[in-house]
């Protein structure tokens, strides 16, 4: 199955895959972008104090995906010439495993890195995707989605955490 835009998959990430996605021939890109924009989101080995053996990522997948889907018709909204592709990750993670990884082409930096911004800040607030964190000692459930994909004031605070 060739990769899409848009992913939720078990299988490890590849940036240079998402970065092929952006920008060449399929994309209707080739040529036009000046900049190529990334974020790598690993799982980190240190959190609160303990040490993170791994990440269990769970989500449920039809309304992950529909989230993943809104997120790009935002992206295209506030930046329309940029081309976005997301995925992410579910299942066990060990510590500097890549959880999700973004990748913006654009005609202009600027554009580029406030919409890669921007998708990870949506991805946070309405993505229903739920991580268990498991470290020495124990484990706890940590963060998730809770803003409702529809407020605006929570879009609002998104564009301009990207946009400062």
């Known amino acids: ?89 579910i299942g066990r993670l060990d510590a500097g495993e890549a959880s999700v990884a973004i990748a913006v082409a654009s005609p202009h930096r600027a554009d580029a890195f406030q919409a890669c911004r921007y998708a990870i800040e949506r991805v946070k607030q309405i993505a229903p995707i739920w991580k268990r964190e498991i470290f020495e000692g124990g484990e706890a459930w940590i963060e998730g989605a809770t803003a409702d994909p529809a407020d605006p004031a929570a879009r609002q605070a998104a564009y301009e955490r990207a946009c400062r």
């Open 1 to 89: 199955m060739p990769p899409t835009l848009l992913s939720l998959t078990r299988d490890a990430l590849d940036l240079g895959s998402l970065v092929r996605l952006v920008t060449g021939p399929d994309a209707g890109t080739a040529g036009r972008y000046g900049a190529v924009v990334t974020f790598w989101g690993t799982v980190r080995a240190e959190n609160l104090g303990r040490r993170v053996i791994a990440l269990e990522y769970e989500a449920y997948e039809p309304l992950a995906l529909r989230a993943f889907s809104l997120i790009e018709g935002e992206v295209a909204a506030h930046w329309p010439q940029v081309t976005l592709a997301l995925h992410h990750r």
